[in-house]
């Protein structure tokens, strides 16, 4: 089992004093917020469906919208399907540079022989790609607030600040990649796997970087961790049955009827394992997400075997072996409870976490930018458990901060477990870019040395 160290839970905020002209600046840029800008371009990328691994025709035209804003662009396959969009407004030299990002893939195909009854009993409103304006004013469709809200408040953040003709020294980078939800699409000829990171590890890995960045993703607070995760397949043994004889056999060993054991003994090792490893910003939970035996046009004959799938989350404190290693101590305890049990494991995919220095540049000009949005004190959330990107660039070597939106308060109560992530209400994201466009001009208008950097 792992060792928890001591990781901070909150941090003061420290003061970089603006120039009178700095301060006009992002006054100038504020002033330029378009709500309904904003409604338009998260109503346009929200009606081009992009699920992980085919988020291609949502990045070419993001490249496109970047260069009508004023940036340099382009477009970086990474297969027939898939790719993700970068674009540059270059700095005149010697400032930092700072790259604003967010994923752009959605976690559901909205095919309903796919999804349902999975999802529920069928696909809603926000679990289609089908975008429209609420009379609210709300934009409905699927990922139109997580992740593609995030993606239209870090666009308007870059539009403002290059419209006001703000003299930046360093580049202000903004970029969009596929395979940032948790998620592993099947392989075929025309496209990789994609998922757990792939799009931002393929676009940093070829080129796009930067000193800092900025994620945006749900969660109005400035946060510099997240959880990583590891996935588990335990596999519960049993005979291959039929259904006319099974309680004739002594001792028949059922692997569906035995799995349902394992499940009860694995969810209370998730909540003791949380316990644990609680530590920082994060809490790490865990779930059995999913289920598979035998053969549903077939039910007369019983699985010999019985497969559970599980989502261990991590801490920055822990790495994937450390997990790993846990996890198999806690299948050897419920061997040893239930000695009738027959089941082995795997680990099949690892994620892991990472952090950034709370007292970096990035996190503290970001929380100084949520402090100008917000108009009070900064203070951090504790108990996440969400993964996201960002783990992914800070280890690829960018010190990088994580800051996103309040709750959605619109979210119809018959929506409330999907958390919201298809109904997009502009005015949050509009205050989040008014944070973003504080810490662009923080960081890009400054020298490498004023940030820290040689």
């Not at 840029?29 to 085919?54: C, F, Y």
């Not at 540059?88 to 967010?102: D, I, T, V």
């Not at 593609?148 to 290059?162: D, F, P």
């Not at 395979?179 to 792939?198: A, C, F, K, W």
Request: one cysteine or more.
């Amino acid at each position: 089992m792992a060792t928890m160290t001591s990781a901070p839970t909150d941090v003061p905020v420290k003061k970089a004093p603006l120039s009178a002209e700095q301060r006009q600046w992002i006054g100038k840029a504020v002033a330029l917020i378009d709500q309904e800008k904003m409604r338009q371009l998260d109503l346009a990328i929200t009606a081009i469906h992009s699920p992980t691994g085919k988020a291609g025709a949502v990045n070419q035209w993001m490249a496109r919208h970047m260069r009508d804003i004023g940036m340099e662009s382009i477009y970086q396959p990474m297969d027939e399907l898939s790719g993700n969009a970068a674009g540059w407004k270059r700095g005149s030299s010697g400032g930092p540079s700072l790259m604003l990002y967010a994923p752009v893939d959605t976690h559901f195909e909205a095919v309903e022989e796919e999804d349902v009854p999975w999802v529920g009993p069928r696909l809603t409103a926000e679990m289609l790609p089908d975008a429209y304006i609420a009379p609210n004013g709300d934009v409905i469709g699927l990922g139109s607030s997580n992740p593609k809200g995030m993606v239209t408040t870090l666009t308007e953040a870059a539009r403002c600040v290059i419209a006001a003709g703000i003299p930046l020294r360093g580049d202000l980078v903004l970029a969009c990649a596929d395979g940032g939800m948790p998620t592993q699409p099947p392989r075929d000829e025309r496209h990789q796997n994609h998922g757990l990171g792939s799009g931002v590890t393929y676009m940093i890995n070829h080129g796009v970087t930067a000193d800092f960045c900025i994620i945006s993703k749900p969660g109005w607070t400035v946060a510099w961790e997240e959880v990583g995760l590891c996935w588990f397949k335990v596999t519960v043994r049993g005979q291959l049955g039929y259904a006319g004889i099974t309680r004739s056999i002594p001792g028949f060993r059922n692997s569906i009827v035995h799995s349902a054991t394992v499940i009860q003994e694995l969810d209370q090792w998730l909540i003791d394992y949380q316990q644990r490893n609680t530590s920082g910003l994060c809490s790490p939970q865990g779930a059995v997400a999913a289920v598979r035996a035998g053969w549903p046009h077939k039910p007369s004959f019983p699985s010999a075997a019985t497969e559970i799938y599980i989502d261990v989350r991590q801490t920055p404190r822990q790495t994937p072996a450390e997990v790993r290693a846990e996890f198999a101590e806690g299948i050897e305890q419920i061997k040893k409870k239930h000695p009738h049990l027959n089941l082995d494991w795997e680990m099949y995919a690892a994620y892991p976490s990472a952090s950034t220095n709370p007292e970096s540049w990035v996190i503290q000009s970001t929380m100084r930018g949520w402090e100008f949005a917000e108009g009070k004190q900064h203070h951090a959330r504790t108990g996440t458990s969400g993964q996201t990107d960002a783990s992914a660039i800070r280890n690829l070597g960018i010190p990088t901060a994580r800051v996103g939106f309040p709750p959605v308060p619109t979210v119809p109560p018959e929506w409330q477990g999907f958390g919201g992530m298809g109904v997009s209400h502009i005015p949050d994201l509009a205050k989040v870019t008014k944070a973003i466009i504080y810490a662009i001009v923080d960081t890009c208008t400054r020298t490498r040395a004023e940030v820290g950097l040689s």
